[in-house]
């Protein structure tokens, strides 16, 4: 079993709907999660960032965290073209000895003109 | 205020050679992790640094290997480069205390022929 798990896509959604993007992952005793867009030949540039479950909303985005499921996701409102790009989720997990990042694959988003 | 910034940006080896990529962390960091990007891949943990010290490592070889200088820049070597080992290497810093994500560099792309 992956660590952390994404659907690949491509997730092709008009412009204006909302994006759906989900994740799964491995270690029950994760606490910190984040979600980074990379477009194609950049760099990941974090955008949300949730430790607590529930919702956390930021603009269009609202990042979704369910501990017991073991759950993440991230939903983009209103989306537009611009968000066309490669979602990661990306969770920190270790124990006092050290933490690490671990990224999903990633989940390719097309929005739609 | 500068980001992370990494060099060089594009490099070709010869399998076999061995190969240096740096890392300047984006100033108020004091963490360094290294991730390895293929193509279409999400970034794959290499290792991480804080206090001059390897903390975390990921499924890599002793091949590659690291350093972090006291002024929290890090490198990263690779030895007996292989054609597997071409990918986008990427360096990511963050604050060591508090729940924080990453901020990556442009990354160093490598070719291995």
């Known amino acids: 079993q992956k660590e952390v798990e994404q659907n690949s896509g491509p997730l092709s959604v008009p412009e204006g709907a909302i994006a759906s993007l989900n994740c799964t992952y491995s270690?029950?005793?994760?606490?910190?999660f984040f979600w980074y867009r990379q477009y194609s030949g950049k760099s990941p540039e974090l955008i949300m960032s949730?430790?607590?479950?529930g919702d956390k909303e930021d603009g269009r985005f609202t990042a979704q965290l369910n501990k017991a499921s073991q759950y993440v996701s991230l939903l983009i409102r209103d989306s537009q073209p611009s968000d066309s790009a490669t979602y990661l989720c990306?969770?920190?997990?270790?124990?006092?000895?050290?933490?690490?990042?671990?990224f999903g694959a990633g989940t390719r988003l097309f929005v739609k003109a | 205020d500068a980001g992370v910034t990494q060099s060089p940006t594009h490099l070709i080896k010869t399998r076999g050679q061995q190969v240096t990529l740096r890392c300047s962390p984006k100033?108020?960091?004091?963490?360094v992790s290294w991730y390895q990007q293929a193509l279409g891949q999400g970034p794959q943990f290499i290792f991480q640094?804080?206090?001059?010290?390897?903390?975390q490592r990921g499924n890599f070889p002793d091949r590659f290997s690291g350093h972090q200088f006291p002024n929290y820049s890090s490198e990263l070597n690779v030895n007996a480069l292989l054609l597997g080992d071409s990918a986008l290497y990427l360096c990511?810093?963050?604050?060591?205390?508090?729940?924080?994500?990453?901020?990556f560099g442009s990354g160093t792309r490598l070719t291995v022929v």
């Open positions: 990511a810093s963050r604050k060591d205390r508090g729940l924080y994500g990453y901020t």
């Open positions: 270690d029950r005793v994760s606490q910190s």
């Open positions: 949730i430790y607590s479950n």
């Open positions: 990306a969770v920190k997990t270790g124990n006092t000895g050290g933490f690490k990042t671990i």
């Open positions: 100033s108020g960091h004091d963490t």
């Open positions: 640094y804080y206090e001059e010290e390897e903390r």
